[in-house]
């Protein structure tokens, strides 16, 4: 063994400790510094080291070179993209997990396996979905919607009489994917699925919504010669608006398609009872994607794919090889996803529902929903700002009431940096930001705090 190795492994406990009272530090010093610290230039690139100095000299260079340049994105005043944290008991399960560093793909060697399937079972539970749907996890709900259309396109293929994953995409047809106001990744799975960018079709949503239009769905599928495929939204990222599930559901005596929900966070609204309304009739959709590393607060990268047709996800995604077990009934995980190598991913999910429960992530789910309406209605009181949506659930989109320019909102995202990270986006061709809030640490006093910060600002924009 390498020297440095052995004396690494002989010390092992005390690097350990070393290291937990780093994350410690970093952890409590989480709401002192700033959100995001000022754009500096990487540090020049070291070299490879011939022979290494050990765990704790690389600990200490990260600490010196690295840290210092990261983010608080853990904290409770990111409010940047659809960002959540890490709970106290999802990161000792993420701890764990790299500890115990399974690969839990199959019955050979079992036990990650089935916890997975204990936590998947928890997880449909708290989204309301009925055991019709199995569920894997993977590592971002990009992947998932991949996961789930590519169920999609097989499925497509049983339809027509033929198969897809054997015979190629070119045994199918054209193929139309129609959605109202589908997340950017719906795009790029098409594009990896070979169904390509072409085929999204978008169909009329709800005046002043992002709400698909049912009755434009309605004939947007009219006009479909042969099977469709629908992506519903369950959350959209700007508005945060919800497809009429039910609805869409409805057309199904009417025309033939394949329904799958993008409830990348949308799914959380089933845990709060004012809110559950907005995703009610999921189950019924063909396949789901929900992420995990959104708003359960578990470290990246997490999130689930369920189905109700795991039968073709098999035959999507089966890796047939002689060391492997027959795909059976009930598939190893290696047979479900693009992975084959499968990390312990779900123990992260296990420990936080493990430890908090329904109750415990209602709450996170509740306060973060009250936090994104202090701030909307903080800021509505403002002149300077205005609100392009009305608060749903737990973003806020807003501009500037004078010359809403990407430049200005820039310069206010950037005055506020050292308080609050937000996102630009566009709504509805107009320039804008986000607050997106889906941190388990984040409490009013940080809304209100966010508020005044960026009331401070708009006020000094020139
Ligand atoms: C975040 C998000 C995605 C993509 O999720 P990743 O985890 O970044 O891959 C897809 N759809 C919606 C609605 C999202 O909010």
Redesign the pocket.
């Known amino acids: 063994m390498d020297r440095t190795l052995a004396a690494d492994l002989a010390r092992l406990p005390e690097l350990l400790d070393a290291t937990r009272r780093a994350a410690t530090e970093a952890l409590t010093g989480l709401d002192a510094r700033p959100v995001v610290p000022p754009a500096a230039a990487p540090p020049e690139p070291e070299p490879l080291p011939g022979h290494g100095s050990g765990a704790e000299e690389a600990l200490a260079a990260f600490r010196s070179r690295w840290e210092p340049r990261f983010s608080a994105s853990a904290g409770p005043r990111y409010l940047g993209?659809?960002t959540g944290g890490a709970t106290p008991a999802a990161l000792a399960g993420d701890w764990l997990t790299a500890t115990h560093d399974q690969n839990s793909n199959s019955a050979l060697d079992g036990a990650g396996q089935h916890l997975e399937r204990e936590t998947v079972g928890w997880l449909r539970e708290l989204f309301g979905l009925s055991d019709a749907h199995t569920g894997t996890f993977v590592s971002?709900?990009?992947?998932s919607?991949t996961v789930g259309l590519a169920i999609a396109r097989e499925w497509l293929g049983e339809r027509a009489g033929v198969s897809v994953s054997e015979d190629g995409v070119g045994a199918l047809g054209p193929v139309r994917v129609l959605s109202g106001a589908p997340?950017s990744?719906v795009a790029k799975a098409l594009a990896v699925l070979g169904l390509g960018r072409a085929s999204l079709v978008r169909v009329p949503t709800l005046p002043g919504r992002e709400a698909v239009d049912p009755a434009a769905l309605d004939r947007a599928l009219a006009d479909t010669p042969g099977p469709a495929v629908v992506v519903a939204?369950a959350?959209?990222?700007n508005t945060v608006d919800f497809d009429d599930l039910r609805a869409v559901d409805a057309l199904r005596p009417r025309h033939d398609f394949w329904l799958h929900t993008?409830a990348?966070?949308?799914a959380f609204a089933a845990l709060s009872p004012d809110h559950a309304h907005l995703a009610a009739g999921l189950d019924a959709s063909d396949s789901v994607?929900v992420?995990l590393?959104?708003w359960l607060n578990v470290p990246y990268d997490s999130?689930v794919q369920f189905t109700r047709r795991r039968d073709l996800q098999a035959r999507v995604f089966q890796n047939s090889a002689a060391y492997l077990g027959p795909l059976g009934p009930d598939p190893d995980l290696v047979h479900l996803t693009p992975e084959n190598s499968h990390r312990l991913r779900a123990l992260a999910a296990w420990f936080t529902l493990r430890a908090y429960g329904r109750e415990g992530h209602r709450e996170i789910v509740e306060r973060d929903i009250d936090c994104a309406r202090a701030l909307g209605a903080a800021l509505e009181q403002d002149p300077a700002l205005r609100l392009l949506a009305p608060v749903r659930l737990n973003v806020v989109c807003f501009t500037l009431a004078e010359a809403p320019t990407p430049e200005r909102l820039a310069a206010l995202r950037e005055a506020v940096g050292a308080e609050v990270f937000l996102t630009p986006t566009v709504y509805a061709g107009t320039p804008a930001l986000r607050a997106a809030f889906s941190n388990w640490r984040t409490t009013r006093a940080d809304a209100l705090r966010v508020a005044e910060a960026l009331r401070t600002a708009a006020k000094e924009l020139v």
């Open positions: 993209f659809v971002g709900a990009t992947q919607n997340h990744s939204n959350g959209t990222v993008d990348a966070f949308g994607c992420d590393h959104k999130a």
